[in-house]
């Protein structure tokens, strides 16, 4: 029985011995692949699908660091050992054809009137310092000079380099004006702020990292320019006709026949509007409190700014409101609309307001922030 047996091993051995080295080249089993499961790719959207960008971030006003300066509550605790002053005071005689030309910086620019043919410009330097050797040093890179060509007669601060490492200093550079109310004035000033009255002659004002006031305007060709004012409210009391370029501050304008300009990182609002307006607003906001039911024609060009305007009543005007990524929020009891275009992402509004026949125009386009129109 145990013949049989060594035979039958013997043959399931040879039978290994051949099959092992056929395995060992064999390719190793790969099923299939599965069919795929991918899900399919979303569907590409089409124009007025796309989703709006984001809005850019506004830039950061530049830093910039003037000579110390300190202000009254720094002024209580600290006492300078030494102060010194010179003025410059210059009175010119003047016809209405007279333009005056102030160019200042470091210190404030206070106009008045008077019934006289004549200017006079007065300038308080002053410098204050730890020792009387650093305060003299300052006055003396502190000057002022004046210049009269044509009709012009101009008067500008001029100063040289002043050193911040010898401790606690300052300085300021005061004008004083005098002037008759029919001339022509221009003020530049920088680090300061400007105080202006009742004016009829134009007027032509720059400021920068200050502050203004101003009284009534008469003349129809103003023009106000001011970037980073945003310290304390900015005011004109009646503009009748003129140009506003605002950067990085605040207006409140009480009344105006008519204002063009440009407006960014800023806020202008104006209490009575009577005839025109043409503004660009991007990144602020812009409110008049009441447009005048007689007013001829108003167009804004608006970004990321909420644009809000009200109106007198009996008010009847015609409109075309364009919005985008923005809705035209008004009360449709007092409008009647001729086309009404809605898309995806903006919108088109024509048609009038008010019930009487129209007197006036206006074309809004918006992007980024609402519209508004109210009574």
Known sequence: MKLPLFKSLRYHIATLLVILPALAT?????????????????????????????????????????????????????????ERRKTFDKTYK???????????????????????????????????????????????????????????IAV????????????????????????????NLMVKNSFGNVYLPDMKGKV?????????????????????????CQSTPNTIGYLNKGNVDLAYSTLNLGNTNGVNGLVKYSDLKIGNLSEALE????????????V????????????????????????????????????FKVDRNLVKFTTMEKGHTSAEYKGKYGSAAPKGSINITSKYNDVKFTK
């Open 26 to 82: 064999a390719q190793p089993y790969a099923p299939e692949p599965c069919p795929s499961q991918t899900p399919p790719a979303p569907p590409t959207l089409n124009a007025q699908q796309t989703l709006p960008p984001a809005p850019p971030v506004p830039p950061v006003p530049p830093v910039v660091m003037p000579p110390h300066q300190p202000g009254r509550q720094e002024a209580e605790v600290y006492t300078y050992k030494s």
């Open 94 to 152: 003047v016809n209405k054809s007279d333009v005056l030309s102030i160019d200042n910086k470091f210190g404030n620019v206070h106009v008045n009137t008077w019934n006289r043919n004549e200017i006079q410009v007065k300038v308080d330097i002053i410098s204050r310092a730890n020792s009387e050797q650093t305060a003299q040093e300052m006055l003396n890179k502190i000057n002022v000079v004046d210049n009269r060509s044509g009709n012009t």
């Open 156 to 183: 500008k601060t001029e100063m040289g380099s002043m050193n911040s490492k010898s401790g606690h200093q300052s300085f300021e550079i005061n004008y004083t004006v005098n002037m008759p109310a029919d001339n």
């Open 204 to 228: 032509d004002l720059h400021v920068r990292y200050g502050a203004f006031k101003a009284g009534n305007l008469a003349n129809a060709s103003n023009s106000i320019k001011a970037s980073f």
């Open 279 to 290: 503004m660009d607003v991007k990144y602020s906001s812009f409110k008049v409190d009441n």
């Open 292 to 327: 005048k039911k007689n007013f001829k024609n108003i167009s804004v060009n608006g970004g990321f700014t909420p644009i809000q305007l009200h109106f007198e009543d009996d008010s009847a005007f015609d409109f075309n409101v364009n919005v985008q990524y923005a809705d």
